[in-house]
């Protein structure tokens, strides 16, 4: 063909192929559908069995679904974007059951009643998109459904790389407060433990700034109020929160989760002019977040840290190993922790993930046009995805 034509039948094959390429990644997520059955009305009992608080190995591969409502209970602050997606689709949210959760939820739940035992502290890290985050919120979603009080930060990257404005501290020379994302965490935090706050006074004095302060005995969701109303004293509630908190281990169960927790130690997005840049240790919220995951002594409950490079700015790392995600500096702040690969999915985890799709009909339009073998098809979506769980939504449409 002439330049020219040549030229054009290229682009309008590289066009057509943009078009097509969402409806071949779902065809060939639907054919591994099959291997359950043939019918989308059938019923999946193995993908579908919720754990119950007698927890064991039965229960891991598996995928139980989490209706809307009792979503915005257990996570009042927002899902992440892949999650809260399937959560629109549905109207529930079906995770497999990984088998990181379980081990996290088995040592939490052995170690209760027993004061004399150490409290477990781990460390989640692994690839983009492997099921971190997701293993969190198993977790919190168990512990929240048997009663305890649980402690989350969402997301501490959105703190070191938030849009809102900083404030020189009152109490803390050379420190900044972040009102905004300290409001926005007491009211979370309001919400996921409301039952626990109300019974909840003060153990100690608190000293707002030098004309307000919170007296001994207030009950904490006045205070919790106090700091909604003027987001100028929210930073220090929150560490007022955290300081009664840090005391009831003794009286409540106690659950203190962490995600991004690498934001605490990388470069921060807030210029402080003449090219220099706040350091993370510089947010008074990073500080007290560094203060109660530094040892049991500070914080006697459990703890679960996870690590994560998706909303990392000003730092690149090669890898998700800890010590290149955490610097020298973090990863002796961790050193104590259980270190916790989350992995890829395994080929059973995949398939119980794509059964559950296909008995939700998300993508069984699409099973006439499907002519390829299961067992193949399986084995190619492996290849494409590398069992990875991101990679696998995006190939089902959620992202």
């Known amino acids: 063909l002439p330049a020219g034509r040549y030229m054009e039948t290229f682009t309008k094959a590289t066009v057509l192929h943009a078009q097509l390429a969402p409806q071949l990644c779902r065809r060939v997520a639907w054919s591994v559908l099959r291997l359950s059955s043939t019918s989308a009305t059938s019923t999946n009992p193995a993908a579908s069995a919720t754990p119950s608080y007698e927890l064991s190995k039965s229960h891991v591969g598996k995928v139980y679904p989490i209706p809307g409502k009792e979503l915005k209970a257990a996570f009042p602050q927002a899902l992440p974007k892949r999650l809260s997606a399937q959560v629109d689709t549905l109207g529930q949210l079906g995770w497999v059951f990984r088998q990181q959760s379980f081990d996290i939820i088995k040592s939490l739940f052995d170690t209760v009643g027993d004061s004399s035992a150490p409290k477990p502290r781990y460390l989640l890290y692994g690839n983009d998109g492997n099921g971190k985050t997701v293993c969190i919120y198993q977790v919190i979603h168990h512990c929240v459904k048997a009663g305890w009080l649980v402690v989350h930060v969402p997301s501490v990257l959105s703190w070191t790389h938030s849009k809102a404005e900083l404030r020189p501290s009152a109490n803390h020379s050379g420190l900044y407060d972040q009102p905004d994302e300290a409001c926005k965490w007491l009211k979370g935090f309001r919400t996921l433990n409301g039952k626990f706050i109300s019974q909840m006074k003060l153990s100690e004095e608190y000293y707002w700034n030098k004309k307000e302060k919170a007296e001994r005995g207030e009950e904490l969701v ?91 700015m ?39 993930c794509l059964e559950y799709y296909a008995q939700e009909k998300w993508i069984s339009c699409l099973a006439n046009r499907v002519s390829a073998s299961p067992s193949a098809v399986l084995k190619e979506l ?4 590398a069992g990875n769980p991101r990679e696998l939504e995006k190939l089902c449409a959620f992202c």
């Open 222 to 312: 006045k205070v919790i109020e106090q700091g909604l109303l003027k987001p100028n004293l929210a930073t220090e509630v929150v560490g007022a929160v955290l300081q009664e908190v840090s005391k009831l281990n003794k009286k409540f169960n106690v659950l203190f989760v962490v995600d991004q927790f690498n934001g605490c130690f990388n470069p921060t997005s807030f210029s402080l002019g003449r090219a220099q840049w706040a350091e993370p240790s510089q947010l008074r919220l990073v500080q007290l977040l560094e203060h109660y995951t530094s040892c049991p002594l500070v914080f006697p409950g459990p703890i679960v840290l996870a690590l994560s490079r998706t909303g990392m």
């Open 382 to 385: 492996w290849h494409v995805t």
């Open 314 to 352: 000003r730092h690149n790392t090669a890898t998700t190993e800890p010590l290149d995600l955490l610097g020298e500096k973090g990863f002796e702040h961790v050193k104590s922790y259980k270190h916790l690969l989350v992995p890829p999915f395994r080929h059973s985890e995949m398939k119980a």
